[in-house]
């Protein structure tokens, strides 16, 4: 054992460092406006604050997160997977002991802008208030005033269940101190007042960052780079990058199809499926033209990335046996909605042939849609959408990479070749 002594001693002097520097970081956490007065007079909500706070967290998609499937709405219970452990989303109805019935218009400002309990404890990260500290004051109050007249629920929190140290505030101190500053939304005077509502949207209230951005090793997002694409901490789908035209760039598109995809989660040239199938139906479908169009004209505007296009004497080598046998399983399975040459039907299947999205680099999403299925969103313009079957229990792995290395090599495509280990991805 006394072999082992100096390391240990090291070990417990790096744990009573982290522990001090924990401490010393939470107290910098504390800054004069997390500080609330408790003797605030009780709020006064007006009829157009409740009706305003009604739309907003249409625009948040509260509901994705507080509300459990089969749930009361709000009442939280969602677990939100990270790679951590599992984050339970916690009640946001009125009710005084198990929701925010007791907490003042101060205390929920604090939550948005600061992320901070009633309690003072800091909230974890998968609550975005690194976007939501953008939102401005009054919106925040009209949040809280709809959010009050909700039924009241009493449906306990859970208890979050990630491992050790990620469970403990002092990670959540340390964490804060190296990613997060409260910030206020300021808008750019020489853009337009259109582009400013979209960008106010799109970085706050909707947290589109939240999925589109890339995440370090401790699950931060890096504001700086934008909405880059990255894979989601769970589901294994792969949200696009909205500044790549090799992705799901719109610069130079149609603002009136974006306007119609948000809409709908239809447009001629592109179908919405997946998590961005919830956003739409949940969130997007339900908003004014005038915001859909600004968060489009925000998102055109952009700085592109430039594409990320093979060098002019590169030739993507396939394997000849997978192509056929991807041949195979598509003929049987795939070409009696898509066509025998990806052609697609207008308005119901789309055409894989050039297909942006089949030729992604990452064919995360293609490996979902085969394996698990899925439909776009049911919404008032499409409110019968065609959807497309699970065939995981039809097709192995092998299948799957087989079907769409085959995909993605024909009909002009060119994207690489799916290996098993990808069609692996549950």
């Known amino acids: 054992m006394s072999a082992h002594r100096p390391l240990v001693r090291v070990l417990l002097g790096a744990a009573a460092l982290l522990a001090a520097l924990a401490g010393a970081v939470m107290v910098l956490n504390v800054r004069g406006e997390d500080r609330i007065d408790e003797s605030a007079p009780p709020f006064a909500a ?21 509300t459990a499937r089969g749930g009361a709405a709000y009442a939280g219970g969602r677990s939100i997977e990270t790679p951590f452990g599992a984050i339970y989303a916690s009640n946001l109805t009125p009710e005084p002991d198990t929701g925010i019935g007791r907490w003042n218009a101060g205390h929920f400002w604090r939550a948005m802008h600061n992320g901070r309990s009633r309690d003072g404890r800091l909230l974890y990260p998968a609550f975005p208030y690194t976007s939501f500290t953008q939102v401005t004051r009054e919106d925040s109050d009209a949040l809280y005033a709809w959010l009050r007249t909700l039924p009241p629920v009493a449906q306990a929190n859970r208890t979050h269940a990630l491992r050790f140290p990620y469970d403990t505030q002092a990670a959540v101190a340390v964490w804060r101190a190296l990613f997060f500053r409260p910030a206020a939304f300021e808008p ?59 992705e799901a760039g719109v610069a130079g598109g149609s603002t009136a199809q974006l306007v119609a995809l948000l809409k709908t989660g239809t447009a001629p040239h592109a179908t919405v499926a997946g998590p961005m199938a919830e956003v739409v139906y949940a969130s997007t479908q339900h908003l004014r033209d005038a915001d859909l169009r600004a968060m489009a004209t925000y998102l055109q505007a952009l700085p592109q990335q430039p594409p990320q296009a093979a060098p002019a004497t590169a030739v993507t080598r396939r394997n000849d046996s997978l192509m056929r046998r991807g041949e195979k399983v598509y003929a049987q399975q795939c070409a009696w909605c898509h066509g025998a040459q990806g ?18 680099a990452n064919p995360a999403n293609l490996v979902q849609m085969v394996r698990r299925g899925g439909y776009p969103p049911a919404t008032e313009g499409n409110p019968r959408p065609h959807g497309m079957p699970p065939f995981g229990q039809v097709l192995g792995d092998e299948d799957i990479a087989a079907v769409l290395t085959f995909v993605r090599g024909s009909w002009g495509n060119d994207g690489a070749e799916v290996t098993q280990r990808q069609a692996m991805q549950r």
Do not use: F, K
Not at 47 to 53: A, F, L
Not at 189 to 207: F, I
Not at 343 to 360: C, D, F, M, Q, T
């Open 343 to 360: 052609e697609g039907i207008a308005g119901a299947y789309p055409a894989l042939a050039g297909n942006r999205a089949v030729n992604l």
């Open 46 to 66: 007006t009829p157009g604050q409740i009706e305003r706070g009604r739309y907003l967290a249409l625009a948040g998609n509260c509901a994705g997160c507080h």
């Open 188 to 246: 750019q005077p020489q853009q337009s007042a259109e582009w400013n509502r979209g960008a106010y949207l799109v970085g706050g209230l909707g947290h589109c960052i939240a999925c589109h951005g890339s995440r370090n090793a401790l699950g931060a997002t890096d504001a700086t780079r934008g909405l880059v694409g990255g894979m989601l901490p769970a589901g294994g789908w792969y949200a696009p990058a909205l500044d790549t035209a090799d």
